[in-house]
């Protein structure tokens, strides 16, 4: 797990690391600025003529002690100042200084054309305005130049909170940023403005966190560890029974794709509860899975159905009409076990959203963009200005687990929030969410902690597309290519 920051976190870990820790400002500043200048001259880049573009804030003091250590390196470079002197913060002015008695080139007019490499160190991690004016007029410019751009610490009119475009922004190759990732630079758009970014250690630990530690975060590889155990000395019910209620006529794949999925995250397990139409389609596609088939008509009594499972998943597939409603509700009613509603059991819940108040057992959703904008009526542009707080907001209030499915799917049980940073646009397929609804009620099934079981599920979803688009390419993708990759992330997460 590592943390994302908002502005506001990232300016506090500066602030304790210089004032109670004593790391002077400048100190913290020549390191970033070694950080950038390393990336500029590490070969990908064509140092031939380099512009350091730099504000009046700390920001363009990094720019400027890049500057300098480049032209130390005997690149040549020349130095655009675009800030005000009035408003130059202290360590900035410094830097300026330093540079004017080194007799560091600075121009003020430029062809942008003319260089091979552009170093963006207007505005920081602090923007809160929107970019206007000359500001703009000289983005709009940088990012018509022919050579590459490195931006320092966000590309400038980036959000560092929601990776919103302020006004303009800097579209980079690379972000060299420094200490922690930020929430702006994995969200999107900001994510496509960042190009690669790299995030370097300049001493800001977090230990600077000083206990308050950001809500925000993301999994790695080595996250893998709290996957459930295997015993040698186990059977198949050891490893959960997992049920799925899903599929409808000419809508069985749903149903399928799920059922394995629930497999091959390792349940024991699997049962799917299905329209008598699919039972000859699942029992040929999976015949490792428990089959029980209703036909539309009829209201599910078995009080079984409710006991049987240790995790139940509904929607993918499922339906909005006739029987459906009273088969949730009656899951809603009477499970205890942890329940999983995607796809069309959020159809369902629309316009009737309280009823998710009433339910006995823990409960995680799965909604994209478009199914959250029907559940809670906020358009769906204001979600996607801010996926993590929708999502926490959500989780919170109806005291689920909420996984907001989106390029940047994000997690959140209403108080921390996962981005999950894995994952394809060859994802973008029908029956990708049917996947991940199985591997996320497989790993509930064998024991997992809901809002555990929902980040690693998301993870190991995305690990398995980009597996499969590797092996096949992004665009000749199917659903059913992730279910093959799965247990090999699998393998390769007990090997980390």
């Not at 809508?251 to 394995?260: P, Q």
């Amino acid at each position: 797990m590592k943390y994302l920051v908002n502005a506001r976190e990232m300016q506090r870990c500066d602030r304790i690391t210089i004032e109670e820790y004593g790391v002077p400002g400048l100190v913290l500043m020549e390191r970033a600025a070694l950080a950038v200048a390393d990336s500029v001259m590490d070969g990908e880049f064509c140092t031939d003529k380099v512009l350091a573009v730099c504000g009046s804030g700390n920001n363009g003091g990094d720019g400027f002690a890049a500057a300098r250590i480049l032209m130390e390196r005997n690149v040549e470079i020349a130095v655009l100042f675009v800030g005000k002197e009035e408003s130059m913060s202290e360590a900035a002015r410094i830097q300026k200084k330093i540079c004017e008695n080194y007799g560091m080139n600075f121009v003020s007019n430029i062809d942008v054309h003319e260089y091979t490499c552009i170093v963006d160190a207007i505005f920081g991690v602090g923007l809160s305005r929107k970019v206007e004016g000359e500001y703009r007029t000289l983005i709009e410019q940088i990012n018509q130049a022919s050579g590459k751009v490195i931006a320092v610490d966000i590309p400038s009119g980036i959000s560092a909170d929601s990776g919103r475009v302020m006004g303009a922004a800097v579209c980079a190759d690379r972000t060299v940023t420094f200490g922690f990732a930020k929430l702006g630079q994995v969200l999107y758009p900001g994510a496509l403005y960042c190009g690669e970014t790299v995030v370097w250690d300049i001493g800001i630990t977090e230990k600077s966190f000083r206990g308050e530690l950001p809500r925000a975060y993301y999994l790695g590889r080595e996250d893998m560890r709290c996957l459930p155990r295997r015993m040698r000395y186990s059977n198949k019910g050891t490893y959960g029974k997992a049920l799925l209620v899903a599929g409808q006529k000419n809508m069985c794949g749903a149903a399928y794709l799920a059922g394995e999925a629930a497999y091959r995250v390792g349940t024991g397990l699997v049962k799917i509860f299905t329209e008598e139409c699919n039972r000859v389609i699942v029992q040929e596609r999976l015949p490792e899975a428990l089959l029980s088939t209703y036909e539309v008509s009829e209201v599910l009594e078995e009080e079984n159905s409710f006991r049987w499972p240790t995790a139940a998943g509904i929607g993918p597939g499922f339906g909005t009409g006739e029987g459906k409603w009273e088969i949730l509700c009656l899951f809603l009613e009477r499970c205890v076990c942890p329940l999983v509603l995607d796809a069309d059991a959020l159809n369902l819940l629309s316009g009737r959203i309280e009823t998710l108040r009433e339910r006995r057992a823990p409960v995680v959703v799965t909604p994209h963009v478009g199914e959250m904008e029907r559940l809670t009526g906020i358009p769906k542009s204001t979600i996607l200005e801010d996926l993590p707080g929708t999502c926490r907001r959500f989780a919170e209030e109806y005291r689920v687990v909420c996984v907001l499915k989106d390029t940047r799917t994000v997690v959140s049980d209403g108080r921390e929030i996962c981005v999950n940073l894995t994952g394809t646009d060859g994802m973008a397929t029908g029956g990708s969410g049917d996947v991940l609804t199985g591997i996320l009620t497989g790993l509930l099934a064998q024991g997992m902690e809901p809002f555990a079981a929902a980040k690693l599920a998301v993870w190991i979803h995305g690990s398995a597309g980009e597996l499969a688009s590797k092996r096949l390419g992004r665009r000749g993708m199917l659903a059913g290519d992730l279910l093959k990759e799965i247990p090999t992330v699998l393998l390769e997460g007990e090997n980390a």
